[in-house]
């Protein structure tokens, strides 16, 4: 069994910085994909950005301003949210793409967290 938890969303001021994390605890045997997803009211859930052992990527819409990074030992993502806007308004969820030791695994979401960018 896996767990995601996620941490560090709140309510931040346009312009400013949050930085959130998600820490997967289970049985892993690897990740082979680490992503930020969001979802704001009445939208379809989008990727923000995802990191592979080789690779990043990140939305058009956040390029520039937030970084993905990931500490393998922890098992842990980051994303770090720069010049925070209001259209960042939204829950974010973490996903990962895992292989557990007991040779199972599949896709796996956090719980979710609220960012709210607003004055």
């Known amino acids: 069994q896996l767990q995601l938890v996620e941490s560090g969303g709140g309510l931040v001021q346009p312009g400013g910085s949050l930085r959130l994390s998600c820490a997967a605890t289970g049985s892993i045997f690897s990740i082979y994909f680490m992503g930020w997803y969001r979802q704001a009211p009445g939208k379809q859930r989008e990727l923000v950005a995802g990191i592979t052992s080789g690779s990043t990527n990140y939305a058009d819409s956040v390029k520039g301003r937030f970084t993905i990074s990931r500490d393998n030992a922890k098992n842990t993502v980051y994303l770090q949210m720069n010049s925070l806007k209001p259209e960042d308004t939204a829950v974010y969820y973490c996903?990962?793409?895992?292989?557990?030791?007991?040779?199972?695994?599949?896709?796996?979401w956090g719980q979710g967290t609220q960012v709210t960018v607003s004055s």
């Open positions: 996903k990962m793409r895992v292989a557990l030791v007991s040779m199972g695994g599949g896709d796996y």
